[in-house]
């Protein structure tokens, strides 16, 4: 007899990250997921790419910032949810307005969701918050190839800091996020474990070719930006730091609420290889399709990228994890191979 599929909160569902995330639950067989989302045509697309899953409901959840975001969404459904995924968070530089774009959702969201856990969620096995690399760097040391950063570090910046840009304001409430969550627990004592994951740029496919579009998520048009660069464009030097496939990503969340235990307490620092944006170039360059077509910047640049960079030593993580990392140079092909095939249509 097969056991009980168990109930996974997903938030922000149509998320680049958390569609692998809700792709791999269910094809586990073992989840069912609730999962929240702003934009319904989105969501109704995703529900299709999903094959219409009888294990999948979605519910509104229309801004995280509402210091009440979550109460109805637990009031409803409190009682079935063995475990969360707080994936939702803004992560688009489109957004100037630093408070309410970014500090708000990342103080409200998580003091909301992590007390209707604590509250009106009796079943609750694990919460886990998909943190970044944000809250732990700290920007002063960031190309010093002599500091290390690891799963205990924590970015320093004030609020005051957040205020004057919005990838301050970002880093900020990534920041106040994952803090709010940890000082949550310390007072509330729930009995409910709690990770966090903390991925660098992440990278790779999207889940469903119906995502590809000229612009793509926020991270991967970072690369996608290369693929419609023209012959001679300039590469710039920055942005520099770590790559985390989204698969593999996805996957770590997943770990995280399987072996409950193990990762209770735990921060996961998800990087693999480090980049430059000529890294990025001169593997879109091996791509058949791509030859000629883009800039080659100047190749081979940031091949000694992580001697100029803080050095990022997630080895707990990897331990804990215990699988390999999938390559920097096939998460980016298979990222580019998408985006070509379905612009070839
Ligand atoms: P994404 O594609 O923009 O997904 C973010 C999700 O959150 C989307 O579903 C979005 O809804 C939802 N959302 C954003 N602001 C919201 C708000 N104010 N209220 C309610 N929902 C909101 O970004 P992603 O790359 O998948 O990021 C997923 C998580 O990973 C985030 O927590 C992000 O901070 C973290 N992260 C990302 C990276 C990266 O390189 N991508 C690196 C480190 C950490 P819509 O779909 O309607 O926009």
């Not at 990534?174 to 474990?193: C, G, M, S």
Request: net charge negative.
């Amino acid at each position: 007899m097969s056991a009980e599929k168990e109930t996974v909160f997903l938030t922000g569902i149509t998320g680049y990250l958390a569609q692998h995330i809700a792709q791999q639950l269910l094809d586990s067989k073992k989840y069912k997921i609730i999962g929240s989302y702003r934009n319904k045509k989105k969501v109704d697309q995703l529900v299709n790419d999903l094959g219409n899953n009888p294990d999948l409901s979605v519910v509104l959840i229309e801004n995280i910032a509402d210091p009440e975001a979550f109460e109805a969404t637990f009031n409803k459904y409190g009682s079935q949810i063995n475990y969360i995924i707080y994936a939702a968070a803004p992560y688009n530089w489109g957004i100037t307005d630093c408070e309410q774009g970014f500090i708000q959702p990342g103080i409200n969201g998580s003091k909301n969701i992590f007390t209707c856990a604590f509250k009106q969620a009796p079943n609750l096995k694990h919460f886990v918050i998909t943190s970044s690399f944000a809250a732990m760097l700290d920007a002063a040391f960031v190309n010093d190839p002599n500091h290390v950063f690891n799963e205990e570090s924590w970015n320093p910046i004030t609020y005051e800091e957040a205020l004057k840009i919005n990838r301050a304001a970002y880093r900020y409430s990534k920041t106040i996020a994952e803090k709010t969550i940890w000082n949550l627990r310390k007072e509330f004592h729930p009995d409910f474990n709690v990770t966090s994951v903390a991925p660098n740029l992440i990278l790779g496919p999207q889940c469903f070719d119906t995502t590809v579009a000229n612009k793509l998520n926020t991270s991967c048009q970072y690369v996608n930006k290369f693929m419609k660069s023209s012959p001679g464009d300039d590469v710039p030097a920055s942005p520099t730091g770590g790559v985390i496939d989204v698969r593999d990503l996805a996957r770590a969340h997943i770990e995280a609420i399987k072996d409950s235990e193990k990762f209770d307490g735990k921060r996961l620092l998800l990087t693999n290889e480090g980049y430059g944006n000529q890294t990025f170039v001169d593997i879109l360059n091996e791509i058949e399709d791509l030859k000629g077509k883009i800039t080659i910047g100047t190749p081979h640049r940031d091949d000694d990228i992580d001697k100029r960079q803080a050095i990022v030593d997630n080895k707990k993580t990897r331990e804990l994890l215990g699988f390999e990392f999938i390559p920097l140079n096939k998460t980016i092909k298979d990222l580019a191979t998408q985006v070509i095939k379905v612009e070839s249509k």
